[in-house]
């Protein structure tokens, strides 16, 4: 068991760029509009934290990997739904799950911009309110505020317990 661990923690080491876009990727997923629905990387980024984080890996290159990684899966729906308008509601898989869009509409018309930065804590609001904050042509610059914001503070609070954990137990 040692040794696979040990393997482990020095693939880690070896690949350390290659991990980051990958903490990139995950987080721009977990991120984009209807991805996010399919890919469990919150999952994966939380139990990677600590691996990462038991290899001697920095989390603030891994926290910057996975904020970056969000706000651009954010932005990337944004301009969708900015570009396509209401017509990506006749998209799959959007278009068998309407409901979201309607209770992504909603939640971004009483919150407003806060919604951006609330919805993603959110599940399934995540990857949907960006994308309606586009077809209602929320402004760009406090969209990418919100967005950047939530980003760091979200990716913060997936990537830490795993990374505090690892901390906690080895020290």
């Not at 999952?43 to 600590?50: K, M, R, T």
């Amino acid at each position: 068991m040692q040794s696979s661990a040990d393997a482990l923690m020095e693939a880690v080491r070896a690949h350390e760029t290659l991990i980051l876009l990958v903490v990139f990727a995950l987080a721009f997923g977990e991120s984009l509009a209807v991805v996010s629905v399919f890919l469990p990387a919150t999952a994966l980024l939380a139990g990677g934290a600590g691996i990462t984080s038991a290899a001697g890996m920095n989390f603030w290159m891994l926290w910057l990997a996975a904020t970056a990684g969000a706000a651009a899966g954010d932005w990337v729906s944004y301009v969708l739904g900015f570009r396509f308008g209401p017509a990506v509601a006749s998209a799959w898989p959007l278009s068998r799950r309407p409901e979201l869009l309607i209770r992504g509409r909603a939640f971004f018309e009483r919150w407003g911009i806060a919604s951006v930065f609330l919805g993603r804590f959110f599940g399934p609001l995540r990857c949907i309110v960006p994308l309606i904050a586009g077809i209602c042509a929320m402004p760009f610059i406090p969209f990418q505020i919100s967005n950047i914001l939530s980003a760091a503070l979200w990716a913060a609070g997936v990537l830490a317990p795993g990374h505090l954990a690892v901390m906690w137990f080895v020290s």
